[in-house]
């Protein structure tokens, strides 16, 4: 359960605990028999340290350990599929994903797709920018005449003629929307949907990529989102018991519903990413389930108490009850942040050492 929704419960708790008139308060007394009521039906009750300390209100959800969410790769060249990655292999910028009748179809980097042939007086536009950030990037404008921009060319031409020469290709200097795979960086590749020899079909789904940084994918329950932020420590237990940490690295805004067990709709849910400290801490596992608690909140060097320690008061607020020279006093205080079974408390001239009541 996370601290927060701990935090709801535990308010909730104290607050069915409402003194009329301080009949409960004159009746309790610490040091009551242990295991449910004393003598003439009192609770039961020991004495508890008032501390100072660190809390910690963390969110406690389970998260699966791999590389990012999948992404289809398809394919745009027509004839036969002659050579393939293996599975795991990690693809960067200018390197070969994939062949078709011996052509390699390279890797390159951008995030928008390829729906046009580029070439001298093709209209200005974005993709125009992105191929130029390629070529400059692979080395293929030499004498450094590209001017990165929106605009193709007789020097983006030339680019595009060597690249096409270095891969074998015919050197038209005109890129067609088959001549690469555009990914937003390296990929790694995951699940194969044909084989060598299989016809290559333009728009064909060839096989999976994903990101080649370890990451934890959470689908978190959309109602708890508000209480995560981006930059939120993160301590994951992994598979055998071996512990790590890492950092929240995005919250998702738009809610989904997944299908729930016997066919039936689950509860909303968002996704968060979560980047690893030391991602070779988690060795070589993919897939695989991991739990997280997700720091949110922490408050060091503040006086806690066992939050049954709080009584909830008939005119509003909540009280504790100190031992104080061998007498009990109830105070009021002013509480803070729930964690880890405690509550931060104020007032009243507490101080770390003092004994609160609570029942046992």
């Known amino acids: 359960m996370s601290a927060r929704l701990t935090r ?13 008139g301080a009949a409960w308060w004159t009746g309790a007394r610490a040091g009551g028999q242990a295991g449910g009521e004393g003598e003439g039906g009192e609770v039961a009750t020991t004495t508890a340290e008032v501390a100072r300390r660190t809390l910690r209100a963390q969110e406690e959800v389970d998260g699966t350990l791999g590389y990012g969410e999948a992404r289809a790769v398809a394919n745009q060249r027509q004839g036969t599929i002659t050579a393939l990655p293996a599975e795991g292999a990690v693809v960067t910028r200018g390197k070969a994903l994939y062949r078709v009748d011996g052509k390699p179809v ?4 951008g995030r928008l797709p390829a729906w046009r042939a580029l070439s001298a007086g093709v209209d200005d536009g974005p993709d125009v920018r992105q191929l130029e950030q390629n070529l400059v990037a692979l080395g293929y ?8 921009d929106h605009h193709f060319t007789w020097a983006t031409r030339a680019a595009v003629r060597r690249w096409q020469e270095a891969n074998g290709l015919e050197e038209t200097g005109t890129f067609a929307p088959g001549d690469a795979v555009w990914q ?6 995951g699940q194969l949907e044909v084989a060598v020899g299989d016809s290559a079909r333009p728009g064909s789904k060839l096989l999976e990529v994903t990101g080649t940084e370890r990451q934890v994918l959470v689908d978190l329950e959309a109602s708890r989102q508000p209480y995560v932020r981006a930059g939120d420590r993160v ?3 992994l598979p055998g018991g071996r512990t790590t940490s890492g950092r929240v690295a995005s919250v998702g805004k738009v809610a989904t519903v ?17 980047t690893l400290d030391d991602p070779k801490a988690t060795g070589r596992l993919d897939q695989a389930p991991v739990g997280a608690s997700i720091t949110t909140e922490v408050r060091e060097g503040v006086l806690a108490v066992p939050v049954n ?21 109830l105070v009021g205080v002013e509480t803070g942040l729930f964690a880890d079974g405690q509550v931060e408390v104020e007032g009243g001239g507490l101080r770390a050492g003092d ?6």
């Not at 390279?106 to 980097?109: D, E, G, R, T």
């Not at 709080?310 to 009850?321: D, R, S």
């Not at 004994?355 to 046992?360: E, F, L, M, S, T």
């Open 8 to 20: 709801r419960l535990a308010v909730a708790a104290a607050a069915g605990v409402v003194l009329c």
């Open 309 to 329: 320690a709080l009584l909830a008061l008939a005119e509003g607020g909540y009280a504790v009850e100190v031992e104080r020279q061998g007498r009990l006093e």
């Open 258 to 274: 997944p299908a729930g067990d016997g066919g039936g709709d689950g509860d909303p849910t968002v996704e968060l990413v979560v």
């Open 184 to 189: 937003p960086g390296p990929v790694r590749v």
């Open 355 to 360: 004994r609160v009541v609570v029942p046992v």
């Open 106 to 109: 390279p890797l390159l980097y």
């Open 235 to 237: 301590d994951l237990e």
């Open 141 to 148: 404008d030499p004498d450094r005449v590209i001017t990165v």
